[in-house]
């Protein structure tokens, strides 16, 4: 059987996509419940009920069925959808789902059931009987007099109401109304909404992909009726998409930044519901431009050969199945909220966005360096690598692996960020990007419990001799701050960027700050990177580190190191971090630098990080070159260091 990573073409027609689609859907058919109300599709948990969890794996495949379909494609086993939708719903069925409590699970599994109903009624309404649509009706309005998180949940609630709507159905107008108009205070500036109320710094992919830009254009496309919200919607998309676009690399991989990433190609989902509203963006955002990036988003996923189970259905996890990245809310249905990408398909053949030739990513028409003030970063497109400084976001809630989903000084689309997989050690951390700090160490004991950065404090972004820099602070224990500059890359040194650090302390520690994670095994003979050897096929993989940084290149991977540009001795190292922590690679090393600071001491260090992916032309010749050309440190820095003493 055909599967999502093995297609049988090269992802570029409408018919492709299409297939691409059916590959995920066709899978599912053979863990369908009797009477096709739910999908099993392993035996995790989650913090919500199995029936939510295998209502969730029958729910989200739907956001792509439903395109699938009402672009005019035939798919025989979408009958066991719409089995399902009638039993689902009714509450004399023995796999009835149930009606929604207060933050109920069925309540996110609205948005897709209802995106179907409303993109494609004569499918999954107009079949049904006067019966079993009351059965829907009801279901989908049990969720208007229940509580709901304030979040990004609020557009499943609309969704329900707009399905009905959409299929003249009774539905709820003022909560309708009530909901959109809530969810406008979301809404920061610049094109970006916060998920959440003012005094939450969440912008991640549900700010964008994931719910808020994605459902926004949604909706504007199956109520072009409420204009007023429809060119509001349009206004934020058009700018939103112009900082959306930074996000990606030529080879159409996304900076892996926030939680949720097991949803893999729903993070390009906007550029799908751009075709499905039919919003013409500005320059150079052209319809091929759109078009380039959700399908090189696509073909990149369909190159991550492990992300499949074997009976080819979708794993928790990035690259690989990986427990350790995802969320406790993640079922093994999870992932295929995935699916709400291939919106696009609803488009008809004629459509501009199927028309158009496919364009590359217009590199030279984008900023090589940008400041976003609303979501805090900085985004960095120099020496072939594409990522973004980071201070000031964070989960709302107590996230799992929040600080390392959120709180890195850096993220990048080639070097995926790393989450802990322990409580102790510095291996098991995922100490990438991060200053780590550890204060009950002693001579026979490196440290076995460490801090990293959850909460930044008064984050900011500051113009210094004509260059953005991101400035923040960080308190780790009442007797301990962290002050942070982060520095994009000179055009001198386009593979280097700068973070300096002002470390006050009344108390003794141990200090470990990490680069990029790569991947730590050999693709000649699969051992893992030793040090470099002079000559020979072991010459261009391998680990080097001494008392002035540390660095590690790998062909899978590219080269990433670490040093001290100042004379603060601090010893170079390339760890061996813990197994299955890293979203792109199973086994995985991370140059680090390593040094001590003494109980009522003030040190400052000033760190440059060197990455070359491999995506780079003639990087494994390049490389070496590039790491010995340490950058410089800017005049403000160096006065601001000769300043304190």
């Known amino acids: 059987m055909e599967t999502f990573t093995t297609p049988k073409t090269s992802l570029t027609t409408r018919s492709d996509f299409q297939q691409a689609c059916i590959s995920l859907l066709r899978p599912l058919v053979p863990f369908f419940s009797p009477l096709n109300t739910r999908v ?62 207060d933050v109920d699970q069925r309540m996110v599994e609205m948005c897709p059931i209802g995106f179907a109903l409303a993109v494609n009624g004569d499918v999954f309404w107009k079949k049904l ?321 460490w801090k990293v950065r959850r909460v930044a404090t008064e984050p900011r972004i500051e113009m210094l001799e004509g260059t953005p820099v991101l400035v923040s602070g960080w308190e780790p224990w009442h007797d301990v701050s962290v002050d942070t500059w982060l520095i994009p890359p000179s055009d001198e040194t386009p593979n280097w960027h700068i973070r300096i650090h002002r470390l006050k302390t009344g108390r003794a520690l141990r200090t470990a700050e990490g680069a990029w994670a790569l991947e730590g095994t050999r693709t000649v003979d699969g051992r893992e990177l030793d040090t470099f050897k002079a000559t020979g096929e072991f010459a261009k993989e391998g680990r080097l580190h001494s008392a002035q940084g540390a660095v590690a290149a790998s062909a899978a991977s590219g080269a990433v190191g670490i040093s001290e540009l100042t004379s603060v001795k601090r010893e170079g190292k390339v760890l061996d971090a813990d197994a299955n922590g890293n979203l792109l690679h199973s086994r995985s090393v991370l140059p680090t630098l390593l040094s001590d600071v003494k109980a009522g001491e003030t040190a400052w260090y000033a760190t440059a990080v060197y990455a070359v992916p491999e995506s780079v032309p003639g990087w494994e010749k390049a490389w070496k070159g590039g790491w010995e050309k340490r950058p410089g440190l800017p005049s403000w820095v160096e006065k601001l260091i000769a300043g304190s003493g």
């Open 40 to 101: 099993r599709l392993g035996a995790t948990g989650t913090r919500f009920d199995e029936s939510g969890a295998q209502l969730e794996g029958w729910a989200r495949p739907v956001w792509g069925l439903a395109a699938l379909l009402a672009g005019g494609a035939k798919f025989d086993e979408a009958s066991h959808w719409i089995e399902g939708l009638k039993h689902g719903t009714n509450p004399e069925s023995p796999e009835f789902w149930g009606y929604c409590r």
């Open 129 to 449: 009987s006067e019966k079993e649509r009351e059965n829907v009706g009801v279901w989908l309005r049990s969720i208007n007099e229940k509580q709901m998180p304030n979040t990004n949940w609020l557009w499943f609630r609309v969704f329900a109401n707009l399905a009905l709507m959409r299929n003249s159905a009774k539905y709820s107008q003022s909560r309708l109304d009530a909901d959109l108009d809530h969810l406008d205070t979301f809404y920061r500036g610049d094109g970006w909404s916060n998920d959440g109320p003012e005094g939450y710094t969440q912008m991640d992919s549900y700010s964008g992909s994931y719910a808020i830009q994605y459902l926004q254009l949604l909706y504007a496309g199956l109520n072009p009726a409420d204009t007023a919200r429809r060119e509001k919607y349009f206004d934020r998309a058009r700018t939103f998409a112009l900082d959306a676009v930074l996000f990606y690399d030529p080879e159409g991989r996304h900076i892996t930044f926030g939680r949720s990433l097991t949803y893999r190609f729903a993070m390009a989902g906007f550029w799908s519901a751009v075709a499905f509203a039919g919003l013409e963006l500005p320059a150079p955002l052209s319809w091929g431009v759109v078009k380039g990036l959700l399908l090189r988003n696509c073909r990149w996923w369909m190159s991550q050969k492990d992300m499949l189970t074997p009976q080819g259905t979708l794993s928790i996890g990035y690259s690989y199945p990986n427990q350790f990245i995802s969320e406790n809310y993640n079922s093994p249905g999870s992932p295929y909220w995935f699916m709400l990408s291939f919106a696009a398909l609803a488009c008809p053949e004629d459509h501009p966005f199927w028309t158009a030739k496919e364009e590359p990513l217009p590199e030279t028409s984008l900023p090589s360096v940008k400041a976003l003030r609303q979501p805090s970063q900085i985004l960095i497109r120099k020496g072939g690598h594409t990522f973004l400084l980071s201070s000031g976001q964070m989960c709302h809630y107590p996230a799992r692996g929040g600080a390392a989903k959120y709180g890195k000084f850096a993220y990048s689309s080639a070097f995926g960020y790393s989450v802990p997989t322990g409580s102790y050690t510095l291996e098991s951390i995922g100490g990438d990007n991060v200053l780590a700090l550890s204060d009950d160490y002693d001579p026979k004991s490196f440290g076995e419990t």
